[in-house]
């Protein structure tokens, strides 16, 4: 043993691939199960992929950096149950590439607050947080309003999501950026299509409240609005079922 | 790649991690107090406080 | 130019080579994404590129440098890294304070993107981490592994291409934020591009150190080399596995994760908790391995202790990722694997600082005495606190408290601030005046203020964020008698405003340290100090000025 060890560090190379040895293999045995295994994600028949429009909300809600004080996961714990709903499955970021989870919660999760306020209530806040909440210390976006969204290459962004392996249609991606703009323009001609590809559940609505432009406070807001809508399944586990698990955990 | 089930890997990362991880720290400590390695051992600790500020040539 | 005078013409024309390649890699970048943020990024590049090249030119005729470089270390980019170091600290040490300012008084800016609190914070860690942490360990380790070794760098171009290279990638990493380029990857947040760019640089810098290595003349790689082997080695493949992703085009900013959900938690908490281990904790222990016997002139207490921990926190450190992720959607087996080995891990985090401690018994007065020995003492302290600390934290039910809170960012900044900053200043004021050589700091008296603004600040930071993360957490999931929760989550946000303001204090007396220790290392290069004897007629006779006498 100390022969070998003194030839390893003789060539410095083999001291080198005894580091990668000796450190990899944790990360082998935690990460590597988590590809194989059918538990991990649960099966799930209505979950659905984000819209054009939601995407590039998410994309801006990452920009900004949104997700240094905003977690978008619930753990099973019976004060977060109660507080922010159903606790986070690992399905409803089965498309998220990357994941948004986040580490900190200067703000509170916002992994169900799709449907909670309205978007009204979400263009106003986003412009001057204070104004609606006094004490809030969220930066103000008001530039979101202002800024008009970029929707020429949104085709080109799904068909990288479906090389990372979301199941976007040929549909989808020819008419990404179509889409966008029918999806905050309820009354267009384009409208239609996103009901069509996407689910009669989509919002389809002009979410910062001006039909007549489509900015980045629509995809924003669309984004917020679709968090934990995108699947029933943590709401159909019975109330009673999450909090006795949450307490089984803790 | 060959199918492995989800219980094989478990099963390999609990049986064999924690082989490998007592290998290696017998290994180490083998090799950190080998009686022949004193003397290296008791050379490097003063690499350090080498004055001369030249590399050899 | 005198770091230019030093190289080859030979060498000279390479650096022009890979100038001119860079910049034409830069040109391809800024028109394949002359429609995208891309092109802003293609166009820095091209200027950094020019830059280098212009300089080369210019002095392309200089005469070659003399044959007795041969017969002394390669110390002119270990100088150049030790300065940008200090800037890197100051800038992303300000912005620090202002993210930290925006939290108690979140009006504090201007009414653009770039300055909002979400593209700051990352500039932020990137600009302490990557810009600070990662100059300081490149300039360190490339000392340490020639005087250890006792053998020069192998060429005089591969050292400059890996500075110059990785202060390019920050640059790109930290005007990428402010224009809104960020994969939102904790820790990993530039873009796919500027990755790449780090694999090469990162390669380069592996390819340097076993060369280095491989010419030394002493029979042993002393163990300070280890460390920061495993620093390089290590963080390249956490690098490589959690960048993974598809770029939209050749010509857009953006890419997507090959890793989604589940997945890509796991990856990316295991790249962020090695990154602590293999980056901040690996790397330092390597410069603390080499300057703190240095300083105190007295061996490593225990050499075998140092291979031991060594083997350990390598071994170990890469399965405790997971602990970041308690009570989620990731499996139950996998955190509890996570917890075990975090736990187990204090083992040889605290054998390493055992170590360092006991190396200065017998030695007391010279710390007493000595300001930058005070540092690496404090900061071999906060290592095992910290150490203490994230073991603690990796608990379970702890966890489930400590989790989101503020505790976490005081757990954070214990180990930035107590260990990584006060080991590297340590560090540096024991390099600075042997690199120059100089006799010692301009001014001593300095250091002593650097020494008390850095302690202050990180006890006031560290003890602000325990409260207000611990008062976070128990309101969160505090009830009352009828069985509903007691606060309002904006009522736990207001509690927490004293905190934030006593943690910009903290971090404003840190700053200061840091400014006063840049224009002290500064005056150091500018000036020889005051011969002593001069200084000990005005001072009296008695007074002890050297350090330990």
């Given at each position: 043993?100390?022969?070998?060890?003194?030839?390893?560090?003789?060539?410095?190379?083999?001291?080198?691939?005894?580091?990668?040895?000796?450190?990899?293999?944790?990360?082998?045995?935690?990460?590597?199960?988590?590809?194989?295994?059918?538990?991990?994600v649960e099966k799930v028949e209505d979950m659905r992929?984000?819209?054009?429009?939601?995407?590039?909300?998410?994309?801006?809600?990452?920009?900004?950096?949104?997700?240094?004080?905003?977690?978008?996961?619930?753990?099973?714990?019976?004060?977060?149950?109660?507080?922010?709903?159903?606790?986070?499955?690992?399905?409803?970021?089965?498309?998220?590439?990357?994941?948004?989870?986040?580490?900190?919660?200067?703000?509170?999760?916002?992994?169900?607050?799709?449907?909670?306020?309205?978007?009204?209530?979400?263009?106003?806040?986003?412009?001057?947080?204070?104004?609606?909440?006094?004490?809030?210390?969220m930066p103000a976006y008001a530039w979101l309003q202002r800024?008009?969204?970029?929707?020429?290459?949104?085709?080109?962004?799904?068909?990288?999501?479906?090389?990372?392996?979301?199941?976007?249609?040929?549909?989808?991606v020819e008419n990404a950026a179509r889409d966008a703009f029918g999806q905050a323009f309820p009354d267009g001609a384009m409208a239609e299509g996103v009901a069509e590809r996407y689910g009669d559940d989509t919002n389809i609505r002009a979410f910062d409240g001006d039909p007549g432009r489509l900015t980045e406070m629509d995809a924003l807001v669309a984004y917020l609005q679709i968090l934990g809508q995108l699947t029933d399944a943590p709401h159909q586990k019975e109330a009673g079922e999450q909090l006795v698990q949450a307490e089984e955990a803790e | 790649m060959m199918e492995i089930s989800h219980e094989t890997l478990v099963a390999i990362a609990k049986s064999w991690g924690l082989f490998y991880f007592i290998a290696m720290s017998i290994g180490v400590l083998i090799y950190t107090f080998w009686p022949r390695n004193r003397k290296r051992f008791a050379r490097a600790k003063l690499i350090v406080l080498d004055k001369e500020d030249r590399p050899c040539s | 130019m005198r770091l230019i005078a030093g190289l080859t013409t030979t060498e000279r024309q390479t650096g022009l080579f890979l100038a001119g390649l860079v910049t034409l890699m830069g040109a391809?970048?800024?028109?394949?994404?002359?429609?995208?943020?891309?092109?802003?990024?293609?166009?820095?590049?091209?200027?950094?590129?020019?830059?280098?090249?212009i300089a080369l030119l210019r002095n392309l005729d200089a005469p070659e440098p003399e044959e007795?470089?041969?017969?002394?270390?390669?110390?002119?980019?270990?100088?150049?890294?030790?300065?940008?170091?200090?800037?890197?600290?100051?800038?992303?040490?300000?912005?620090?304070?202002?993210?930290?300012?925006?939290?108690?008084?979140?009006?504090?800016?201007?009414?653009?993107?770039?300055?909002?609190?979400?593209?700051?914070?990352?500039?932020?860690?990137?600009?302490v981490i990557f810009g600070f942490g990662g100059n300081a360990l490149i300039a360190t380790s490339l000392h340490v592994v020639q005087r250890t070794s006792r053998a020069r760098l192998p060429d005089q171009v591969s050292p400059w291409f890996v500075l110059l290279g990785y202060n390019l990638f920050c640059l790109l990493a930290v005007t990428g934020y402010f224009l809104g380029i960020t994969q939102s990857k904790?820790?990993?947040?530039?873009?796919?591009?500027?990755?790449?760019?780090?694999?090469?640089?990162?390669?380069?810098y592996f390819v340097l150190y076993i060369r280095t290595l491989a010419r030394r003349k002493e029979p042993h790689i002393y163990v300070a080399n280890w460390y920061f082997m495993a620093f390089i080695l290590v963080v390249a493949v956490l690098h490589i596995i959690n960048n993974l992703a598809v770029p939209v085009s050749f010509g857009s900013a953006k890419a997507y994760s090959a890793f989604s959900g589940v997945q890509d938690a796991m990856t990316q908490w295991w790249y962020g908790h090695n990154a602590v281990a293999f980056f901040l904790t690996a790397g330092f222990l390597g410069m603390m391995y080499y300057y703190l016997p240095k300083r105190a002139e007295r061996p490593i207490y225990s050499y075998r202790l140092s291979i031991i921990s060594f083997w350990g926190i390598t071994f170990l450190y890469l399965w405790a990722g997971s602990h970041h992720l308690h009570y989620t959607a990731l499996p139950h087996?996998?955190?509890?694997?996570?917890?075990?080995?975090?736990?187990?891990?204090?083992?040889?985090?605290?054998?390493?600082?055992?170590?360092?401690?006991?190396?200065?018994?017998?030695?007391?007065?010279?710390?007493?005495?000595?300001?930058?020995?005070?540092?690496?003492?404090?900061?071999?302290?906060?290592?095992?606190?910290?150490?203490?600390?994230?073991?603690?934290?990796?608990?379970?039910?702890?966890?489930?408290?400590?989790?989101?809170?503020?505790?976490?960012v005081g757990h954070v900044h214990a180990g930035a601030l107590g260990w990584v900053a006060m080991i590297t200043f340590g560090a540096l004021y024991t390099l600075t005046p042997s690199l120059w050589k100089r006799e010692r700091m301009y001014s001593n008296s300095l250091v002593e203020v650097h020494f008390w603004c850095a302690v202050i600040g990180t006890f006031i930071y560290v003890f602000a964020m325990w409260n207000s993360g611990i008062i976070q957490g128990l309101m969160w999931r505090t009830y009352n008698d009828s069985g509903t929760l007691t606060?309002?989550?904006?009522?736990?946000?207001?509690?927490?405003?004293?905190?934030?303001?006593?943690?910009?204090?903290?971090?404003?007396?840190?700053?200061?340290?840091?400014?006063?220790?840049?224009?002290?290392i500064l005056m150091t290069i500018r000036h020889e100090p005051r011969p002593l004897r001069e200084r000990a007629e005005t001072l009296g006779a008695d007074q002890p000025l050297v350090p330990g006498e």
């Open positions: 043993m100390p022969e070998i060890h003194r030839k390893l560090e003789r060539t410095a190379i083999g001291f080198a691939l005894a580091i990668i040895a000796v450190s990899s293999i944790g990360g082998l045995v935690e990460i590597a199960p988590l590809f194989t295994i059918d538990e991990t992929v984000y819209t054009p429009l939601e995407l590039a909300g998410r994309n801006i809600y990452m920009r900004e950096g949104c997700y240094a004080c905003h977690s978008q996961m619930i753990r099973t714990l019976r004060d977060e149950v109660e507080r922010y709903g159903p606790y986070s499955l690992a399905v409803e970021s089965q498309y998220d590439h990357p994941m948004l989870w986040g580490s900190k919660r200067t703000g509170p999760d916002l992994a169900r607050v799709g449907g909670k306020y309205s978007d009204e209530w979400h263009v106003a806040h986003l412009a001057d947080p204070r104004a609606v909440v006094p004490e809030s210390k800024n008009a969204l970029r929707t020429h290459d949104l085709s080109a962004h799904l068909v990288a999501l479906r090389r990372v392996g979301v199941p976007y249609s040929d549909e989808m | - | 391809a970048l800024g028109i394949a994404g002359r429609n995208d943020l891309l092109g802003y990024h293609g166009l820095l590049i091209v200027v950094f590129g020019a830059v280098i090249m007795s470089r041969l017969s002394e270390y390669y110390d002119d980019p270990i100088r150049f890294g030790i300065v940008l170091t200090m800037v890197w600290a100051v800038f992303a040490m300000f912005i620090g304070v202002w993210v930290s300012a925006l939290l108690a008084w979140p009006e504090l800016t201007f009414d653009a993107a770039w300055a909002s609190f979400g593209r700051l914070r990352p500039v932020h860690t990137t600009g904790e820790y990993a947040e530039p873009e796919w591009y500027a990755d790449i760019w780090l694999v090469i640089i990162w390669v380069t087996w996998v955190q509890t694997l996570g917890m075990t080995f975090s736990i187990v891990l204090l083992v040889p985090s605290w054998a390493s600082a055992g170590n360092a401690l006991l190396t200065l018994n017998g030695a007391w007065h010279k710390v007493r005495d000595d300001a930058t020995l005070r540092f690496m003492m404090v900061a071999a302290v906060f290592y095992g606190l910290t150490t203490f600390e994230g073991s603690f934290l990796a608990i379970r039910a702890v966890n489930s408290l400590s989790h989101y809170t503020d505790w976490t606060y309002s989550f904006i009522e736990s946000l207001v509690a927490m405003h004293p905190y934030y303001i006593a943690r910009t204090v903290g971090g404003l007396f840190f700053l200061t340290g840091a400014v006063v220790g840049t224009y002290n």
